[in-house]
């Protein structure tokens, strides 16, 4: 069982609808969460951490369940800049160590 | 705003050939990353370091490949001798790390790498 797990998609939504993503953990020692964005063909870059009590960012909210090692974003009022591969970052134990997962591809068309 | 520098940005050669690639991380942090992304297994952690030693290099075939980090400014990453599967975009990311927890990494533009 991988790590962190993603389903890799593609989500395929119109501009101005609600998308979720959903990601689950193995590690329940992992103590830091984190969503990357990652254009086609450029680098991954932090689209925001993620706290144990829910945490909103303009259309975007991002919500963990430690019970279940479940972590979610939810993008709200979807823009076509918001089409990208969305990568649920876990911390591994103690360390600093990120563990990715492989990404969930989001396009939003017209 | 502050970035990782990665050089080069491409790298096209043969089998066989040295392949290094080199990295500047923010200045300030303290934890450097080389990760390496193919379409078949994502993104994998190869090596870091914190303060310029080298914490956990696992995820490197070691045969082959060599991390270091000569000073705070830079970091290089060699393969010697290149093969075709290593062809993938290598990327370096730095951070402010501190064991038992983690912070975010910050990503250079990554190095896309062919071996023919």
């Known amino acids: 069982r991988k790590e962190v797990e993603q389903d890799p998609g593609p989500f395929n939504v119109p501009e101005g609808a609600t998308v979720a993503f959903n990601c689950t953990y193995s590690?329940?020692?992992?103590?830091?969460f984190f969503w990357y964005r990652q254009d086609c063909r450029k680098e991954p870059k932090l689209l925001m951490s993620v706290y144990s009590s829910g945490n909103e960012d303009g259309r975007f909210t991002a919500q963990l369940n430690r019970a279940s090692q479940y972590i979610s974003l939810l993008i709200r009022d979807s823009k076509l800049s918001d089409s990208a591969t969305y990568l649920c970052?876990?911390?591994?134990?103690?360390?600093?160590?990120?563990?990715f997962g492989t990404g969930t591809r989001l396009q939003v068309f017209p | 705003d502050a970035r990782v520098t990665q050089t080069p940005r491409h790298k096209v050669t043969e089998m066989g050939q040295e392949v290094t690639m080199r990295c500047q991380p923010i200045?300030?942090?303290?934890?450097v990353f080389w990760y390496r992304q193919t379409m078949m297994q994502g993104l994998e952690l190869l090596a870091y370091?914190?303060?310029?030693?080298?914490?956990?290099d696992s995820g490197m075939p070691k045969d082959r490949f060599s991390a270091e980090m000569p000073d705070a400014t830079l970091a290089t990453l060699k393969i010697q001798p290149s093969e075709p599967r290593d062809s993938a975009v290598y990327f370096c990311?730095?951070?402010?790390?501190?064991?038992?927890?983690?912070?975010?990494?910050?990503f250079g533009d990554g190095t896309r790498l062919s071996i023919l």
């Open positions: 590690n329940s020692a992992s103590q830091s």
């Open positions: 970052v876990v911390n591994s134990a103690n360390t600093d160590k990120l563990i």
């Open positions: 370091f914190r303060n310029r030693a080298p914490l956990d």
């Open positions: 200045l300030g942090h303290n934890t």
């Open positions: 990311a730095s951070g402010l790390g501190e064991t038992g927890g983690s912070q975010p990494q910050h």
